[in-house]
Structures are given as C-alpha cells and as structure tokens.
C-alpha cells in the first residue's frame, strides 16, 4: 500500500544575495510580509494541507527562525503582566503550531544538497517540500492541490504554473503532455534555460510532493547551473525512472526572496487586512494619481 504525505522539508539555508543587505544578519526567510515572517506563512500552509511534522533546513545566522517559533517566556511574561490576552495567545500559538524540527546545512551547495540533508528525518516515505522564499495565496493551500493529485496517482508531483516566456531562464521549466484538467506527465525537465532554448514556459514555482527513491539520486548529483547541486537535475534522473507528474495550482504565488515579488506581495496582503485596508488604499489611490499625473507632465514635456 502507498505511503500517506506526512512531512514537509522547508529549505531556508540560501545566501539570499538578491536581498542583501537585509540579508547580512537575517535570513530572508524571515522578512515580514505586513508583520509575519515568510516563514511562517509557508508553515501555515504545510498544516492547514495536513502536514504533521515539519523539518526546516537552516543555514548560518538562522538563530532567528529557531526562536520564532520556540517560546518566548520573557516575551509571554511581559504580554500577561500588562493584560495584553490576544497578543499573549498569538505568541503563544506560534509555538504550537506544529511539530517543527531543525537541520543545518553546513553550506549552501545549492536546493538539491539541502534537500539531501533531510534524508534521516524523511526515511523510506513520500514527502512535501516548500520553498522558504514562496509565499501562495490560494482558496485551498496550494500544497494540499498537490496533495490531492498525489492520491490519485501516487507519485512525485511538480506545483507547476505557466511564466512569461522571457522569464523561463529564471525556473526549472518542464517538458510536459497534457494528462488532463491540470495535470500533465513530465517529459523531461531543465533548470533555469537559456530563453530560446526552454522547452516551454511551464515553471516549477517552490512546491513538490518527491518520491524517497530522489535521496539516491541526490547522492551521487553533480554540481549543475551556477555550481551548485540543483534538485532540478536529480528530478530529471527521477523522471527516467520512475513517473512524475506536474499540477498547475491555483493561486497567486509571489518569489519574495525577490525585491520586486517581496514588494508586490506586501501590497496584496495589506490590502486585504482589516486592520489596514481602508487607510492604505487611500494611500495607494493618492500615489497612483501622483504617479499618473506625473507621466502626464513628462508627455508635456516631450
Ligand atoms: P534560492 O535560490 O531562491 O535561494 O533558493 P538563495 O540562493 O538564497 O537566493 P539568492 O539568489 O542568493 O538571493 C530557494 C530556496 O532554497 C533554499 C533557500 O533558502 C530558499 O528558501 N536554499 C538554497 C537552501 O536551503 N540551500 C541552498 O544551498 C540554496
């Protein structure tokens, strides 16, 4: 009998170059979306899909992750002297929310290498991995759409959407036939393609359900793109052996270990806070009549 998805890997031990210099002290896995680290959202969406133990791969200067969701008993202390319940039960929840266990990864060798460092905690059984710099706001968490499709056709499963064509050199881009609704059979796969050469424009976008037999594999992964082992790579051995599929979720995801996705993501979630909404988007309405206006005087101008 097939194997239930039970644990999830987050891969959170990157340099995250492309945010330095934020990124010098702090893992950007960290870096508060309105006023909650990344991480934490991707944790939410492993449990709300029923993840029940969770194993994050940290790196150096990762301390801050560990803390987050340990407790805080100063903090706790300090919150309940002052009378401050809600506040107290949501640092309190924090560190309840699941099964969270830690491995380090000595050196950021690339996805691939990091995800073979979860070979012990995960055994001889399917398992999720969510990338700690991608964040999905969907209806249903976009890992349990994965998982979904995984029981049906108890195999690896890709989270996969379609990108602009001049953005393929930026994702592992698949080679794919259309099974049917969203699901497709994965041909073959490349990582970050030269834009002429993609074999199309259908990304894998931060979200796997991998078959154990991929740790084999990973073992012996020479370094590919940019150096480092990429777990692109040992997913196109994978698909020589065993079927993969991909699965097109909906949702919109933002990259936010990205400046521009971390900014865009920001916005979005913002305006759909409660708390926030109203005043922020008067403050959006003024800056894009500003911004309008001054696009207006450079065509003047010109
Ligand atoms: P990225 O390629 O986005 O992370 O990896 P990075 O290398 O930190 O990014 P830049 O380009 O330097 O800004 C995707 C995910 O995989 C993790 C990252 O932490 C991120 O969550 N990762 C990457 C590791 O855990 N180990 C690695 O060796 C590389």
């Given amino acids: 009998m097939s194997k239930r998805v039970r644990k999830a890997i987050i891969p959170a031990a990157g340099l995250g170059t492309r945010f330095l210099p934020a990124t010098k002290s702090q893992p950007k896995e960290m870096l508060p979306i309105v006023d909650k680290p990344t991480l934490q959202y991707i ?12 194993l994050i791969v940290t790196g150096r200067s990762k301390k801050s992750i560990e803390d987050h969701f340990d407790r805080s008993v100063e903090l706790e202390l300090e919150l309940e002297q002052k009378g401050k319940t809600e506040m107290l039960e949501m640092v309190q929840d924090i560190s309840k929310m699941a099964d969270i266990y830690y491995i380090r990864q000595k050196e950021p060798r690339g996805l691939g290498h990091a995800i073979s460092c979860a070979r012990s905690f995960i055994g001889n059984e399917p398992f999720a991995v969510l990338l700690g710099d991608d964040i999905v706001d969907s209806e249903t968490p976009c890992l349990r759409q994965l998982m979904d499709a995984y029981e049906e056709y108890k195999t690896s499963i890709l989270g996969v959407q379609k990108v602009a064509k001049e953005d393929t050199n930026k994702y592992g881009i698949l080679d794919v036939k259309h099974i049917e609704g969203r699901v497709y059979k994965v041909r073959d796969m490349v990582e970050k393609p030269d834009i002429d050469k993609s074999p199309s424009n259908i990304a894998i976008l931060g979200r796997y359900i991998i078959m154990p037999k ?11 793109k940019g150096g480092e082992i ?18 097109d979720f ?43 206006d001054k696009d207006k005087s450079l065509a003047l101008v010109k």
């Fill in 43 to 54: 944790i939410e969406e492993a449990i709300q899909s029923g993840i029940e133990e969770i």
């Fill in 214 to 224: 991929i740790f084999d594999i990973l073992e012996n992964q020479a370094p590919g």
């Fill in 230 to 247: 990429q777990l692109t790579d040992a997913l196109k051995t994978l698909a020589t052996q065993e079927a993969i599929y991909a699965y």
């Fill in 250 to 292: 909906k949702g919109k995801r933002y990259d936010v270990g990205d400046k521009l996705g971390f900014l865009q993501a920001t916005v979005d979630f913002a305006l759909k806070r409660d708390d926030l909404k109203d005043e922020f988007e008067e403050f959006l309405k003024k800056k894009g009549a500003e911004l309008i």
